[in-house]
Every structure is written in structure tokens, then in C-alpha cells.
């Protein structure tokens, strides 16, 4: 079992930034990388970013490349998502997420576990 906390979220004006944290415990190491997701009321939760645990490589939807920047710390066990130039429209629960990923790693049934998320609101 893998647990995962989230933590940073809060209520920002449009263009703030925020930094959200993912601190996951148990047995991390059959997972192979961490995403976040979110999800905005009334909406399918979205994939926003991920990353491997091991070699670093990073994904981004389209939606918030350039603005948001996933980076991990493996001593920590720990995800950060460094959200810039906030607007409204990004104001959703943001979840991380992590498993043993072998399908798609922006499909949300590739993953396993899951944070219980953190409320980001932007407001105009």
C-alpha cells in the first residue's frame, strides 16, 4: 500500500503562485510515477503532469505547460507541482497520484493511489 498527502493548496488571485506538495509513505517503491490530476466542479478530473520517479522525465497537458513545473525530491519522498500565472479556470481539487503506471500515464485508471487533494482557488 502506498500512501499519499497533499498539501499547499489556497485561495489565490489570478496570476499568484502556489506550491503544492505530495508526500507519499509505504511502499513507494512499486510505484514508478507520480502525477497530478485536478478537477474543477461539475468536470472530469484532468490529467496536469507527472513524473518518474527515476530518470526524471516529465509530462505536461497542454493546458498548463509552461506555467506549472512538476520536480520531485526522492530522499523526501516527496512531489511538488510549482503553479505560476494562476487564472481562474485552473481553480479545481488538484490531486497527486501514483502506481505501478503501464498504460497511459495522462489516463486516470493507470493509477492505483491517490491523495485525498487540495482545494487551489483563483479568483479574477
Known amino acids: 500500500q502506498v500512501q499519499l498527502v497533499e498539501s499547499g493548496g489556497g485561495l489565490v488571485q489570478a496570476g499568484d503562485s502556489l506550491k503544492l506538495s505530495c508526500a507519499a509513505s509505504?511502499?513507494?517503491?512499486?510505484?514508478?510515477?507520480l502525477a497530478w490530476f485536478r478537477q474543477a466542479p461539475g468536470k472530469e478530473r484532468e490529467f496536469a503532469a507527472a513524473?518518474?520517479?527515476?530518470?526524471?522525465?516529465?509530462y505536461y497537458a497542454d493546458a498548463v505547460k509552461g506555467r506549472f513545473t512538476i520536480s520531485r525530491d526522492n530522499a523526501k519522498n516527496t512531489a511538488y507541482l510549482q503553479v505560476t500565472s494562476l487564472k481562474p479556470e485552473d481553480t479545481a481539487v488538484y490531486y497527486c497520484?501514483?502506481?505501478?503506471?503501464?498504460?497511459?500515464?495522462?489516463?486516470?485508471?493507470?493509477?492505483?493511489?491517490w491523495g485525498q487533494g487540495t482545494q487551489v482557488t483563483v479568483s479574477s
Open positions: 509505504g511502499h513507494t517503491y512499486i510505484t514508478n510515477i
Open positions: 513524473i518518474g520517479w527515476t530518470g526524471g522525465n516529465t
Open positions: 497520484a501514483t502506481g505501478a503506471v503501464t498504460s497511459t500515464y495522462y489516463d486516470v485508471s493507470a493509477y492505483q493511489y
